[in-house]
């Protein structure tokens, strides 16, 4: 998807490791013609304005869950499920966050991107649009659920043709604005935007090279109607259901991720 910003890359604020492309088998070398690592994206710009009115002093990304902040937990998920570099955006009133996660985890890459953006959907293009090669699994840094349940779903999308795009699934409608989805028996998206659904988009999404390449032919404002316009055009799209994911914007959703992070496992 082209970028529909501007201002510079973000800069690697972790020491990136060395990919070799070729591998070492009896007689010599040869290319590796198998699919590029999956690299990982996290969306992290949005304002958090409805958590600060409830009193969280701190950056949407440092809100904490179970004592975790929400950031660190979503890179935990990326970890689990085998990415080693994740592209991060936050807003320029989250510096703070780069400093903060800098030698924390000292086994994956971040590559940062510092800018305020107009909307979920531009955060989504810069991060999308970044030099890594085959499809991207992004995330919002708001989509609460366990580390082992995040890696399953990774799991599920995989297995899905490369050309398709897999949105996360659930059906824990715990959102004020919830897109639903509807499914066939096959698991591909037929419909987004549905009215009562059954099952909501969870904020994850494993997007293929065409998507993320792949500038919108008419407007769109917000994520979801550039995932409804893609869906439109014929992109192949599946959904992968995700049991308990909390979209976490206001004091409640907190309370409820914090109430699930306490269940045994």
Do not use: Q
């Not at 490791?17 to 992290?44: E, H, Q």
């Not at 807003?91 to 996660?101: G, I, K, L, Q, S």
Request: proline share 8%; charged share 25%; hydrophobic share 45%.
């Amino acid at each position: 998807m082209a970028d529909p910003g501007s201002g510079p890359p973000g800069a690697a604020v972790l020491s990136g490791r060395s990919r070799d492309p070729f591998t070492a088998r009896a007689g010599g070398t040869a290319t590796v013609t198998s699919a590029p690592p999956l690299v990982g994206g996290i969306i992290a710009a949005g304002e958090g304005s409805r958590l600060r009115e409830a009193g969280f002093p701190v950056p949407k990304p440092m809100v904490r869950v179970a004592g975790v902040p929400l950031l660190e937990s979503v890179i935990r998920n990326f970890a689990a499920a085998g990415i080693a570099r994740i592209s991060i955006i936050v807003n320029e009133r989250e510096r703070d966050c780069v400093e903060w996660a800098s030698g924390r985890f000292p086994d994956i890459t971040l590559d940062w991107t510092v800018k305020t953006t107009a909307s979920s959907l531009e955060s989504f293009a810069i991060v999308a649009g970044g030099p890594a090669a085959g499809r991207m699994l992004i995330s919002t840094v708001d989509a609460w659920c366990r580390p082992a349940d995040f890696a399953g779903f990774v799991e599920a999308a995989r297995r899905r043709p490369e050309e398709t795009t897999v949105l996360g699934l659930t059906p824990l409608v715990a959102d004020e604005k919830p897109l639903g989805a509807r499914i066939d028996g096959r698991g591909r998206i037929t419909a987004l935007g549905i009215p009562e659904p059954a099952l909501v988009t969870a904020g994850m999404y494993l997007v293929s090279a065409r998507a993320r390449r792949l500038a919108p032919g008419a407007p769109c404002a917000r994520l979801r109607d550039y995932l409804g316009w893609l869906l439109k055009e014929g992109e192949p799209m599946y959904g992968e259901t995700i049991e308990t994911v909390v979209d976490v914007d206001r004091a409640e959703d907190v309370a409820l991720a914090e109430s699930l992070a306490a269940r045994p496992s």
